[in-house]
């Protein structure tokens, strides 16, 4: 992975975030025909409408990097607010650690924990984005608005070792530290 890269996922997500928020000829108005259409993006029978959205931004011969860019467009537009998605910082790991607080917080622990353990033992990224489009979407019913979606769309392109122990990390190192103040 290089800077060129990790520049091309942060202007992507900026322009979908921009492009989901209002209209392109700067009235103020949504675009919703461009936000509908991202909306599907990650759908495998309606994908293809999207693709003229992503050629810019990636080799949409890649099924791996086409619905990788998908998936994470479709998450951005499905967002209640979608001018924040450039702004979150936190991985799938620290999203998923901070649905686990409050009175039911050690059963919140255990349900978040098998939705990453199933998200880690993703052998290709193909299966990583089949387990993580539904992920993605509880995430966000859970107001969850927080998540890095141009650190999401790197570590999917380079899902290996290092993306999922980071994901562990984010998720029990937390949940460790909380453990030791209570």
Same mark, same amino acid.
């Given at each position: 992975? +290089?800077?060129?890269?990790?520049?091309? $996922?942060?202007? $992507?997500?900026?322009?979908?975030?921009? +492009?989901?928020?209002?209209?392109?000829?700067?009235?103020?108005?949504?675009?919703?025909?461009?936000? /509908?259409?991202m909306r599907r993006a990650d759908n495998p029978n309606l994908?293809?409408?999207?693709?003229?959205?992503? @050629?810019?931004?990636?080799?949409?011969?890649?099924?791996?990097?086409?619905?990788? $860019? &998908?998936? @994470?467009? &479709?998450?951005? &537009?499905?967002?209640?607010?979608?001018?924040? /998605?450039?702004?979150? *910082?936190?991985?799938?790991?620290?999203?998923?650690?901070?649905?686990?607080?409050?009175?039911?917080?050690?059963?919140? *622990?255990?349900?978040?924990?098998?939705?990453?353990?199933?998200?880690?033992?993703?052998?290709?990224?193909?299966?990583?984005?089949? @387990?993580?489009?539904?992920v993605l979407q509880y995430l966000q019913s859970k107001g969850?608005?927080?998540?890095?979606?141009?650190?999401?769309?790197?570590?999917?392109?380079?899902?290996?070792?290092?993306?999922?122990?980071?994901?562990? *990390?984010? $998720?029990?190192?937390?949940?460790?530290?909380?453990?030791?103040?209570?």
């Amino acid at each position: 992975m +290089n800077l060129e890269s990790s520049r091309k $996922f942060k202007s $992507f997500v900026e322009y979908v975030a921009q +492009n989901c928020s209002t209209c392109p000829k700067g009235k103020g108005k949504q675009d919703t025909g461009y936000r /509908a259409i991202m909306r599907r993006a990650d759908n495998p029978n309606l994908e293809s409408i999207a693709w003229e959205h992503l @050629v810019a931004w990636c080799d949409i011969e890649n099924p791996y990097l086409r619905k990788s $860019f &998908a998936l @994470v467009g &479709a998450a951005i &537009a499905r967002m209640d607010s979608p001018e924040k /998605a450039p702004q979150g *910082k936190a991985t799938v790991g620290k999203a998923l650690q901070s649905l686990c607080n409050g009175k039911d917080a050690m059963e919140a *622990k255990e349900r978040e924990g098998r939705r990453l353990q199933r998200l880690i033992a993703c052998d290709s990224t193909l299966e990583l984005l089949r @387990v993580l489009r539904p992920v993605l979407q509880y995430l966000q019913s859970k107001g969850c608005e927080t998540l890095d979606y141009a650190g999401l769309l790197q570590d999917i392109c380079y899902w290996d070792e290092r993306k999922r122990i980071k994901w562990i *990390k984010d $998720f029990y190192l937390k949940s460790e530290e909380d453990q030791k103040e209570a």
